[in-house]
């Protein structure tokens, strides 16, 4: 099978798994970000066709919502919350560190594929600023120094 087939074929798994009316849209680009860690666009193709859901409209549902992705992504998505509490605490200096320890800038992965830098807007835990989400682990308080410590846990867990 080839990439494209695989790709075609898993999505059409998810789509008899959660059902082929166009109300499942979400929830099977869902189960599509999870396979994949992202959206293929082999993928949006084949929900398009097997949903009979126009791509535009498929496309308008994937761009929408933050959690969906159509660029490849890290195993780790590290997200940077840069909200007005956590940049009076410097989230600046954080995120020049992340940039510098992981040689990525928001919005790209690793060469490895195992992290991704994003950042984001108050993920409602100011008071414990500067905050910094991996994956579903908020972290708080981060210090600069504290950066490659958690870069390092992270890559030893997944090894
Ligand atoms: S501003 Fe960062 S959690 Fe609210």
Not at 2 to 30: F, H
Not at 74 to 81: A, E, F, L, P, S
Not at 142 to 153: A, E, F, G, P, S
């Amino acid at each position: 099978m080839t990439k494209t087939e695989n790709v075609a074929a898993a999505t059409k798994a998810i789509i008899k798994k959660q059902g082929n009316s166009k109300s499942a849209l979400i929830a099977v680009l869902q189960d599509i970000q999870e396979t994949f860690n992202y959206l293929p666009k082999d993928a949006l193709k084949t929900a398009s066709k097997t949903m009979n859901v126009p791509l535009s409209r498929v496309y308008e549902a994937a761009t929408f919502y933050s959690a969906f992705s159509l660029k490849p992504r890290g195993k780790n998505i590290v997200k940077i919350c840069k909200g007005t509490a956590c940049h009076v605490r410097g989230a600046a200096a954080l995120q020049d560190r992340f940039e510098s320890t992981l040689c990525i800038k928001p919005g790209e992965t690793t060469p490895d594929k195992m992290f991704s830098l994003e950042t984001v807007n108050c993920v409602g835990a100011c008071a414990l600023g500067p905050v910094v989400v991996i994956n579903t682990d908020y972290h708080g308080q981060v210090t600069i120094n504290k950066v490659d410590k958690i870069i390092d846990k992270i890559k030893k867990e997944g090894a």
